[in-house]
């Protein structure tokens, strides 16, 4: 049982390019989230998407757009790359609201 | 919107010590508050959760506690061992038409020495 697959797990971009960050689940979860972990900062959510077809933004949405592809996948993309986009990103799945997460191993994501 | 306060940022025990990491939260209407442990480079992992309707819950060396009235809740570690040495994130959400955004503390890092 997989879980949540995260791809890459590293990655290094130049500042302006483009790259999208891959995410699956296997779970049959229905909410699936974006978040970023800055050190000190703890875990801040980029967008969330509460069942398939519906995105919405969370704290930290400047600088990215996701796509639902189907109830299995949740993709985050950098149109433009910053260095103040240099962080971890974790992806995350639930089944409902009171049930907790089951995250992703995480993209280490750095922007020269 | 709901806001987590997490205390202290970091706690170092010695083994065999117990620990205990609090949470406060603003939003009254919150009814759901989940643990994670984060291991070093490692993901976060769920490790207890409390819902509103129960006072305390147990699960072998941790303890979680709500206080609904004083809005907070903690995490109790007892007989600590060097593999708790960790980075433990609090959370509050509650429900809302199927869709809701838990709110996380910044994060607790317990170090424990043996």
């Known amino acids: 049982n997989a879980g949540v697959t995260q791809t890459p797990k590293f990655q290094v971009l130049k500042t302006g390019q483009s790259m999208t960050l891959q995410c699956a689940q296997d779970m049959n979860h229905n909410s699936m989230y974006w978040y970023r972990q800055d050190p000190g900062m703890g875990l801040r959510l980029i967008y969330y998407s509460a069942s398939e077809g519906t995105t919405d933004k969370g704290e930290v949405p400047n600088g990215y757009n996701v796509s639902r592809l189907n109830k299995r996948e949740f993709s985050l993309r950098l149109e433009s790359a910053a260095p103040s986009q240099t962080s971890v990103y974790f992806c995350a799945s639930s089944e409902r609201w009171d049930y907790g997460y089951t995250f992703g191993s995480g993209t280490r994501l750095t922007v020269v | 919107g709901e806001n987590v306060e997490q205390h202290p940022s970091t706690l170092s025990v010695q083994e065999g010590d117990s620990a205990v990491i609090k949470c406060t939260y603003s939003?009254?209407?919150?009814?759901?508050f989940p643990w994670y442990k984060q291991e070093l480079g490692k993901r976060p992992q769920l490790i207890i959760d409390?819902?509103?309707?129960?006072g305390e819950k147990k699960d072998q060396r941790i303890a979680v506690t709500l206080n609904k009235t004083a809005k907070h809740f903690s995490l109790h570690i007892t007989e600590t061992q060097p593999e708790d040495s960790a980075v433990y994130f609090c959370?509050?959400?509650?429900?809302?038409?199927?869709?809701?955004?838990?709110?996380f503390g910044r994060g607790t890092s317990l170090i424990v020495h043996p």
């Open positions: 939003d009254s209407a919150s009814n759901y």
């Open positions: 409390i819902r509103s309707n129960v």
């Open positions: 959370a509050a959400s509650m429900g809302s038409g199927g869709s809701y955004i838990p709110t």
